[in-house]
C-alpha cells in the first residue's frame, strides 16, 4: 500500500482502471463482430500520426489519434464504398502508416526520439492530461453503450435487419469505428502499440469462458482486464521489468489458469 503514496503510481492506478472499461467495453464489441485485426490495422497505421508529431514537433498522442482515426474511417470506407476486400484494406492501411512513422522519424532532426514507451508502453509515465482524456472516452463509450446498446446489437450482429428496420447503419459503423479507434489510441501508454490489441483479446477470451452473454460479457472483460492490467503493474514495479509486457503476460496466465481450471471442472 506504500506505493499509493507516490504520485506515479496513483496515475498509473487510474490509467488501469480507465483502461479497463475502455478495452473491456469494446475489446468486447470487436471480439463479437469479429473485427479484431480491424483494431490491429488501426493500432500500427497511428504510428505514422506519432511519427509525424515528432518530426513537425506536437503532441505525439494527438498525431496519433488524428492518423488512427483516419485509418479507422478509411478502412470503413474502402471496405463499404469502395469495396476492397477487408483484409486488403487492412493491410494497406497498415502499412502505410508503419511506412509514414518510420520515414518521419528518420527525418527528425537531432537524436532519434525514444519511441519505447509508444511501442511497448509504460503505465508508469502517464500524464495527468493523458488521464483526463481517457476519462472522457470512458463517459463517451459508457453513454454511447448505455443509450444505443438495443441498437448496436442490431447493427453488430445482423446488418441487413438493422438497415430493414430503418437504423442508420453506415452512421453506426463510422461511430464505432471511431470509437475504436481512439480506444486503441489512448490507451498506447498502457501497453504500447505492439501490444495494445492482446488487451483487446484477452479478457474478452477469459471472460467468454463463463458467459456468452453480451451485456455480460462487457462487464467481464473490464473486471478481468483490472485485475490484470493491476496485478502486472505491480508485479512491472517489483521485479523492475516492463509494464506493458507484465500486463500482458499476467493476463495471459489467468486466461489459462481459468481455462485450465474450466477444463478440471468437466
Not at 15 to 38: D, L, M, P, Q, T
Not at 183 to 195: D, Q, S
Not at 202 to 212: G, K, S, V
Amino acid at each position: 500500500m506504500e506505493l499509493f503514496n507516490y504520485d506515479f503510481f496513483q496515475k498509473a492506478f487510474l490509467a488501469a482502471v480507465f483502461a479497463s472499461i475502455s478495452c473491456g467495453v469494446i475489446g468486447s464489441y470487436i471480439v463479437s463482430r469479429r473485427i479484431v485485426f480491424i483494431s490491429g490495422g488501426i493500432t500500427h497505421a497511428s504510428f505514422g500520426g506519432i511519427g509525424l508529431a515528432f518530426l513537425v514537433g506536437f503532441n505525439p498522442l494527438l498525431g496519433a489519434v488524428l492518423f488512427a482515426v483516419l485509418a479507422a474511417l478509411g478502412i470503413q470506407f474502402f471496405t463499404k464504398v469502395a469495396e476492397i476486400r477487408e483484409d486488403s484494406s487492412i493491410a494497406i492501411w497498415w502499412s502505410l502508416g508503419m511506412a509514414l512513422g518510420i520515414i518521419f522519424v528518420f527525418l527528425t532532426p537531432g537524436y532519434t526520439p525514444n519511441l519505447m514507451s509508444y511501442l511497448f508502453g509504460n503505465i508508469l509515465t502517464v500524464t495527468v492530461s493523458e488521464l483526463w482524456w481517457m476519462f472522457i472516452l470512458n463517459v463517451i463509450i459508457i453513454l454511447f453503450f448505455s443509450l444505443l446498446f438495443s441498437k448496436i446489437l442490431f447493427v453488430a450482429f445482423d446488418e441487413e435487419f438493422a438497415r430493414a428496420a430503418g437504423l442508420p447503419v453506415a452512421l453506426f459503423n463510422y461511430l464505432t469505428i471511431t470509437l475504436i479507434a481512439l480506444t486503441v489510441v489512448l490507451n498506447i501508454r498502457v501497453v504500447g502499440i505492439i501490444l495494445i490489441l492482446s488487451l483487446l483479446t484477452i479478457p474478452q477470451a477469459t471472460a467468454n469462458l463463463f458467459t456468452n452473454n453480451f451485456k455480460k460479457l462487457l462487464i467481464l472483460s473490464s473486471v478481468f482486464a483490472f485485475t490484470g492490467t493491476i496485478s502486472g503493474l505491480f508485479i512491472s514495479y517489483f521485479l523492475n521489468i516492463p509494464s506493458g509486457a507484465a500486463i500482458i503476460f499476467t493476463l495471459v496466465i489467468i486466461f489459462g489458469l481459468l481455462r485450465l481450471f474450466k477444463f478440471l471442472r468437466k
